[in-house]
Antibody, heavy 124, light 106 residues
Framework: EVQLVESGGGLVQPGGSLRLSCAATGFSLSDYYMNWARQSPGKGLEWVGRSRDKAHSYTAEYAASVKGRFSISRDDSDNSMYLQMDSLKTEDTAVYYC???????????????WGRGTTVTVSS | DIQMTQSPSSLSASVGDRVTITCRASQGIGNLLAWFQQKPGKAPKSLIYAASGLQSGVPSRFSGSGSGTDFSLTISSLQPEDFATYYCQQYKTYPFTFGPGTKVDI
């Protein structure tokens, strides 16, 4: 079964760091473009960043709100993707989701599959 | 950044109703638009890709249309399990942006 499972969320103080994981089962993560998105309590969805596939050297793009503070990485041996979050702010409090893109007609289409999410709370 | 708007922000409907939600992009995005369904406390679920492509396993009562700046999601006959919030998203240009959502309730 194709599945994504996020982990690593928790309570962290402002200015702190956290690393989220997104573990894939049922497919090889290295073959896919992958995304992170987040949803603040009671709010809508916000795209956080995208990592291209191994063929494109896992290069990444980020939302302006997290650029320079967050970074996406991958580990082929674990079939996992990570979101390193540094210099956290209270406004980073959210449920964080990872999502897999799908390649159709030579174009990558975003968020075909979503994980269940992991909750990050930034508070003193 | 490309701004996405949705209308209405919420609507009340009955089982069996035909429901249409519209999404507008602040600039042309071709057909690089997706629709998602989200129920309370759950992760979003992909319904439509490339404006009109139905994701595998999604019931045929869901359909999408549009290109450029104006798009729509139609549910031909609303079922009890369709009461949820619906989001559109453009993935033409970084940063990808979501619409604010449309809540469909009874």
């Amino acid at each position: 079964e194709v599945q994504l499972v996020e982990s690593g969320g928790g309570l962290v103080q402002p200015g702190g760091s956290l690393r989220l994981s997104c573990a894939a089962t049922g497919f090889s993560l290295s073959d896919y473009y992958m995304n992170w998105a987040r949803q603040s309590p009671g709010k809508g969805l916000e795209w956080v960043g995208r990592s291209r596939d191994k063929a494109h050297s896992y290069t990444a793009e980020y939302a302006a709100s997290v650029k320079g503070r967050f970074s996406i990485s991958r580990d082929d041996s674990d079939n996992s993707m990570y979101l390193q979050m540094d210099s956290l702010k209270t406004e980073d409090t959210a449920v964080y989701y990872c999502g897999r893109d799908v390649l159709r007609d030579r174009k990558w289409h975003a968020f075909e599959i979503w994980g269940r999410g992991t909750t990050v709370t930034v508070s003193s | 950044d490309i701004q996405m708007t949705q209308s209405p922000s919420s609507l009340s409907a009955s089982v069996g109703d035909r429901v249409t939600i519209t999404c507008r992009a602040s600039q042309g995005i071709g057909n690089l638009l997706a629709w998602f369904q989200q129920k309370p406390g759950k992760a979003p679920k992909s319904l439509i890709y490339a404006a009109s492509g139905l994701q595998s396993g999604v019931p045929s009562r869901f359909s999408g249309s549009g290109s450029g700046t104006d798009f729509s999601l139609t549910i031909s006959s609303l079922q009890p399990e369709d009461f949820a919030t619906y989001y559109c998203q453009q993935y033409k240009t970084y940063p990808f942006t979501f619409g604010p959502g449309t809540k469909v309730d009874i």
